[in-house]
Each structure stands twice: as C-alpha cells, then as structure tokens.
C-alpha cells in the first residue's frame, strides 16, 4: 500500500528557532511535493523533488530515496510561517497522495 | 496569470439540493486536479483530466458526483443531490506536464467551502 506519514503533527516552537518537518513513504516515488496551507485555506506549492535537495529563502527541503524520507526545513522561523505543512507524493503516476499535515506555530 | 479561479467561494445548500463547483485552470496547463479536503480524511484526489480528458474518476465517491471539462479553460464538479455528508473543502488544481520526473509544480485555487445543511 502506497503509503505517506509526516511527524510531528503539531509542532509549537519559539519565533528564530530552526524547525524540522518530517515525512516518510513506503515505497519507490517518481516525486515529492510539499504544501503550505494557511489558515483561511489556500495551499501554496513549496518544493517538489525527485533528488537531492533545495532552497528557497529561510526553507530548505531534502530528500533521501534510499531511505525514502524528506525533511522540510525552516531557518529563524518567524509567526507568518504558522501554517499546516503537507507532503504528497507521486507513487509513479500521476495521482498524489498526501501526508496529514504538520500543524505549525511559530510564537513570537 | 491570475492563478487557479475557483467559484463560488463560500455555498450553504439544503440536502438534496444540486451544487456546481467551477474551476478556471492557468492557462496552458494540461493537467486539473479535484481534490476534497475534510477534517478526518484530509486531502483526497477526486478525479483529475489530461488535456481535457479525465484519466481517473476512483476518488469520485459515488455516483451523485460527476465532472466535466469541455474545454481547457473550464471544468465544473457537480453533486447531486447533495448531502450533508459532503461538506468539505473542494479544492480544483492545475498542472503543466505533470508526469514523473518532469519536475512540475502544481497551482491550486483557494478552495470553494461547501456546506450543506
């Protein structure tokens, strides 16, 4: 079974602290994405990856296919990065399945 | 481009009423995506179109939802009748070329939230 889970669920941090989402899957993927939905709703597509990693402003995304593990990165964190944070992934075609989510906050 | 238009925004419906949600995908994309996103099951992929053809209807979850795309700039997710059950999230989303390895982002709108009462 195709299958995405992301770590933690709920993460509450300090505003300037380094955060680290997680999300593993259970088999071979064609490509990795990762979302940020704010309150309100609208989702923003950050990444996609098939390999290796990459950065854009305070967020770095990395990707392991060995392992079968990405990691969502974000440096001096600030209150306006409070979002739900949600892998998908491409288990070869062309339908993502999605992670539950990572409830982020960022107190300032 | 103006993004992924989604009307209308905000529905409250009687059960058993007809609901019709639109979606305006970017212009040139291929690829549009339904999805659905509720509390207990998060986001789950209704049906999506290639090129204005739907490749996967699985996630449809029965036969009172239908989808259409007539054209390349037009696609609309139908219930009927329409249950309280179905009060979610309908998220529509476009895609250029979005086939493995091909790397390309997908655009979503920003939801059309569904009541129905």
């Known amino acids: 079974k195709n299958e995405v889970e992301q770590s933690p669920q709920n993460l509450t941090a300090q505003e300037g602290e380094f955060i680290t989402i997680n999300c593993s899957y259970s088999v071979g993927i064609s490509a990795l994405h990762w979302l940020q939905q704010h309150p309100g709703g609208g989702i923003v597509s950050l990444f996609m990856?098939?390999?290796g990693k990459k950065k854009h402003g305070r967020l770095i995304a990395t990707i392991n296919i060995q392992e079968k593990h990405s990691s969502l990165h974000i440096t001096a964190s600030h209150p306006r990065d409070s979002a739900v944070y949600i892998c998908a992934v491409l288990f070869g075609n062309e339908k993502l399945t999605f992670g539950t989510g990572t409830r982020l906050t960022i107190i300032p | 481009d103006a993004g992924v238009i989604q009307s209308p925004r905000h529905e409250v419906t009687e059960m058993g009423q007809e609901v019709t949600l639109r979606c305006k995908p970017i212009s040139g994309h291929d690829y549009l995506f339904w999805y659905r996103q509720t509390m207990m099951r998060g986001l789950e992929l209704l049906i999506y179109f290639n090129n204005n053809v739907p490749i996967d209807d699985s996630g449809m979850p029965e036969d009172r939802f239908s989808a259409k795309m007539p054209n390349a700039s037009f696609s609309t997710l139908k219930i009927q009748p329409s249950e309280p059950r179905d009060s979610a999230v309908y998220f529509c989303?476009?895609?250029?070329?979005?086939?493995?390895?091909?790397?390309?982002?997908?655009?979503f709108g920003e939801g059309s939230w569904l009541t129905v009462v």
């Open positions: 990856l098939s390999s």
């Open positions: 989303a476009s895609s250029s070329s979005f086939r493995r390895g091909s790397g390309n982002t997908i655009y």
